[in-house]
């Protein structure tokens, strides 16, 4: 298979989040300095590709924002919003999932584990995957040329990798294969998106990093 265009879909770097906390959509979760350091790692490994970059999208959130940074000025592009590659809603936000006080031990917290399926506490497995394909679709269809970088987030990274793999989209959140800054590459076939590759630039600051919350 001979790769030529592709488009890359960037996690954004470790988050600031002293208090562990399910962060989910909430406003104020910005990158810590490890963060940037990884984020700078993603932007240049992007760079030493040697691809032609010719829009960079990134998620409304914070986080995905500050990630961008490094990787519009590397690649020379200005950030596009894109709020359908933002973080999916979710029940548990602002709380603690591991440890004293996790929200997993408050009964009144149940039923929204009734269904981990769907998933019951909160946005879709299908809808996520669903929006962060179409939105992978139109800018891919507004380029005729060059490589396209999306920043966004791991359970909506994760949605697109097993979607596209054929592979039921409910899991064990434990197992995702997207790491803070990691880079999933795809391009397109037929009309279909292919994944093309995976990468962890920032792999070896991975053991300093904290990286909470999924559920």
């Known amino acids: 298979m001979v790769v030529a265009r592709q488009l890359h879909l960037v996690r954004h770097g470790e988050v600031h989040n002293p208090e562990r906390v399910l ?3 909430l406003p104020g979760y910005g990158l810590s300095e490890l963060g940037r350091t990884m984020a700078a790692a993603a932007a240049d490994d992007l760079a030493a590709r040697g691809s032609y970059y010719v829009a960079l999208y990134v998620s409304p959130l914070q986080r995905a924002r500050e990630s961008a940074e490094p990787v519009a000025v590397a690649l020379g592009l200005a950030a596009q919003v894109e709020s359908r590659i933002v973080e999916p809603s979710n ?7 591991r440890g004293k006080g996790s929200a997993l031990t408050d009964p009144r917290n149940w039923p929204f584990l009734l269904n981990p399926l769907r998933p019951s ?16 679709n139109a800018a891919w269809d507004a380029e ?6 999306m920043v ?3 359970l909506p990274i994760w949605m697109v990798h097993r979607a596209l793999a054929g592979q039921r989209l409910w899991h064990d959140p434990r197992t995702r294969r997207c790491g803070l800054s990691s880079v999933t590459s795809f391009s397109r ?5 292919v994944e093309t590759g995976y990468a962890e630039p920032a792999a070896t600051l991975a053991s300093s990093a904290t990286d909470v919350g999924a559920v």
């Open 189 to 193: 076939f037929g009309g279909t998106f």
């Open 91 to 97: 029940h548990f936000e602002g709380k603690r999932m």
């Open 23 to 25: 962060y989910g959509r």
């Open 152 to 154: 966004s987030h791991q």
């Open 144 to 149: 005729d040329d060059g490589d396209i970088v």
């Open 121 to 136: 506490w909160g946005e879709s497995y299908r809808s996520i995957a669903d929006r962060m394909i179409a939105a992978m």
